[in-house]
């Protein structure tokens, strides 16, 4: 599976300039390619995000979390979430899952991985327990 220049390009905008809130990556079919679906804005929220994430198509996607931790510090973590929702094609599935580990390697810097096949396993407060 083939990873797109603009993908590893607009996720180390992300990460160096935090040009974005979230990047949604999908896998186009015809050429066998990872391509960047939607980018998200830096004043997006966290239900922007998850309200373009197709109910019935696989995606991957970054997200660029800020939280304050215990000590009262402000910090950040990248996100890389699989989303393959149960209505999504079996063999879409597949694909999606077979390409993940090598389509996360080209992304450097992603610090907390995220599955999910419905909204509920990937709300706020999980975000928010993955992130502390």
């Given at each position: 599976?083939?990873?797109?220049?603009?993908?590893k390009?607009?996720f180390?905008e992300?990460?160096?300039k935090r040009?974005?809130?979230?990047?949604?990556f999908?896998?186009?079919?015809?050429?066998?390619?990872?391509?960047?679906?939607?980018?998200?804005?830096?004043?997006?929220s966290?239900e922007d995000f998850?309200?373009?994430?197709?109910a019935?198509e696989?995606r991957?996607?970054?997200?660029d979390?800020?939280f304050?931790t215990?000590?009262?510090?402000?910090?950040s973590?990248?996100f890389?979430?699989?989303?393959?929702?149960?209505?999504?094609r079996v063999r879409s599935?597949?694909l999606?899952a077979?390409?993940k580990?090598r389509?996360?390697?080209?992304?450097?810097?992603?610090?907390v991985?995220?599955?999910?096949t419905?909204p509920?396993?990937?709300?706020m407060?999980?975000v928010?327990?993955?992130?502390l």
């Amino acid at each position: 599976m083939a990873v797109c220049d603009e993908c590893k390009l607009k996720f180390l905008e992300l990460k160096a300039k935090r040009s974005f809130r979230f990047i949604v990556f999908k896998i186009n079919e015809k050429v066998q390619q990872v391509v960047v679906d939607r980018l998200g804005e830096p004043g997006e929220s966290y239900e922007d995000f998850t309200a373009c994430l197709p109910a019935d198509e696989c995606r991957y996607a970054v997200y660029d979390f800020d939280f304050v931790t215990d000590e009262n510090c402000q910090k950040s973590k990248i996100f890389f979430i699989s989303w393959a929702p149960d209505t999504s094609r079996v063999r879409s599935k597949m694909l999606y899952a077979s390409s993940k580990d090598r389509f996360k390697r080209e992304l450097d810097g992603i610090q907390v991985e995220l599955q999910a096949t419905d909204p509920s396993e990937m709300s706020m407060d999980i975000v928010k327990s993955r992130a502390l």
